[in-house]
């Protein structure tokens, strides 16, 4: 009687230990794949996704952590692209700046940086990120004034 008892108290921890096991695996999992698909949605590379998509994918994908620091500055970045897409080269110049912060060699940063400053008149602050990405990544890297 003492070992059918002990059975089934074992069988039934065992069971509740499980099925609370369970969801934390497809949790996760779902997770995972929720931060795959807007990390895609986020670096856009073919531009078929429609800016504001793109800027929602990146801005869940910061807000979740759902990137390691070292892609993070890449999503500031795209979300920089999508805002400049849209014509919004106050945010675009603020998302690029921050990408800076945290990747202060990331030619492509300066490099977009420089253009909004050029367009806006700003030549010593857009001579100053193009020389800075020619500096990192030579000059191919900075588009024509």
């Known amino acids: 009687m003492l ?13 509740l230990v499980l099925s609370n096991l369970a969801p934390v695996g497809f949790a996760s999992a779902q997770t995972k794949a929720l ?38 500055p890449r999503i500031y970045f795209q979300r920089g692209l ?7 080269t106050a945010r675009a110049l603020a998302e690029y700046s921050k990408a800076i912060s945290l990747n202060p060699r990331f030619a492509e940063a300066y490099n977009n940086r420089g253009a909004i400053y050029k367009d ?10 193009f020389d800075r990405a020619i500096g990192i990544k030579g000059p191919h890297t900075v588009q024509a004034l």
């Not at 990390?39 to 590379?45: D, G, H, Q, S």
């Not at 998509?53 to 620091?69: E, F, N, Q, S």
């Open 82 to 88: 999508a805002y400049a897409n849209i014509g919004n």
């Open 3 to 15: 070992r059918a008892g002990f059975y089934y108290w074992f069988l039934r921890i065992a069971i």
């Open 120 to 129: 806006k008149g700003e030549y010593d602050r857009a001579v100053a990120d």
């Open 35 to 72: 931060a795959e698909r807007d990390t895609a949605l986020c670096i856009n590379t073919k531009r078929e996704i429609a800016p504001a998509v793109a800027i929602a994918a990146c801005t869940r994908l910061i807000d979740t952590k759902g990137v390691t620091p070292p892609s993070l």
